[in-house]
């Protein structure tokens, strides 16, 4: 049993369907170990037993009468607590929100739930997912699989985490700027940012509306796609017959090649060379557009986040971490006018970059520029928690930005992440793309 917890969901959904797994078994093995790892209090902010256990049991009679309602029927996985839970608090890792208990699930849940995949419980996240790093000093704090004296990434860091120690077959996150990515890349796990208004943001605690996405981290492409498909109600894409010949990609020099670090720079190239054995064609492209979209990033952002945020903030500024209240903070610093004026720009960058990346089937990057940083240093060195943070975000913010579908693969280097980036609204070729380079990487 304890050879499940490292198995893909979509093998444990094949197991269930071919009567070799007992959902009810599956889910007390995954119950066990959140309960006896050493972790568990960092990583699950809390569990949701009893739904768990019921979940199971009707996977468990479904299996047995040949009506499952998918592959993944009866598959445990964890959900970010940003994502609304009946009757179960959602705090978003804030005591600006604590206790607070939302009636219903979120709409990406009741889909899942739709799907029969079975709810562990929530994972510890950023307060109010405001941070690429995952150190959250008012909740907890998720530890790095490659390095626990490190961060996990954020601000899906407890997502993350769940799936890397074997506590979840899958996690399910929220990227506004790469929080999907970020952790996914630095826990050696595939982690899909989907396009702006692909899935539901119902029910979900919101940052910035208008760069909100729901993703799944998983430990698969074809996980990722199964997942996708459940969080919509949709059917999973053919991935069938994927390979890396005759592809076309493209490496973005502009901002994201910049100022790299030596290890995630070398797996970079590394994976580059294996991906052209295998087959692809890749050239270094160049788009200015997308320096000038990086100049309105913190406009954009802060604007929107302090503006859903203020009221509750400035009542209670106490209740958050000091650094995040900074950062909500910039955001006063711009006006409406100003807002607009950044949109305008970002619009027509986003116009020459779909312009310049049209002939390619994916820009490949970094997915960040630097390895997780150490936590010791975030909680005393203040100049080493906004420099890190930010430029942990950096690579994976160009997607956000650009309006893109995006995803990060492991590259075999610890902490070492590949990322592609499509066009809006096209999952299904970015996860065939990707399903191409996860078979020349592995």
Known sequence: MQDWLQMTAADLGRGIGAGDIDPCALTETYLDAIETHEFKDRIYARTTTPRALAEAAAAAERAKTGHRLSLLDGVPISWKDLFDTAGVATEAGSNLLKNRMPEIDALVLQNATAAGLVCLGKTHMSELAFSGLGHNPSTATSPCVNDTTAVSGGSSSGAAASVAFNLAAAGIGSDTGGSVRIPSAWNDLVGLKTTSGKLSLEGVVPLAL?????????RSVEDANLMLAALEGSRAFDLGGAAPQGRRMAILETVAMEDVREAPLAA???AVVRLQNAGAHIDRIKVPEVETAMAQSTCVYTSEAYGLWRDAIEAKPEALYAEILERFRLGKGFSGPD?????????????????ATAGYDAVILPS??????????LNTDHDYYVSENLLALRNTRIGNLMGLCALTLPTGVPSCGLMLMAPPNCEGALLRVAAAAEEALS
Do not use: H, Q
């Open 210 to 218: 208008r760069f909100d996405t729901v993703g799944p981290l998983c």
């Open 268 to 270: 970079f190239e590394n």
């Open 339 to 355: 807002y607009v004026a950044a949109w305008a720009v970002l619009k027509s960058a986003r116009m020459a970059y779909d312009r």
């Open 368 to 377: 960040a520029p630097i390895l997780p940083p150490n936590l010791e240093l």
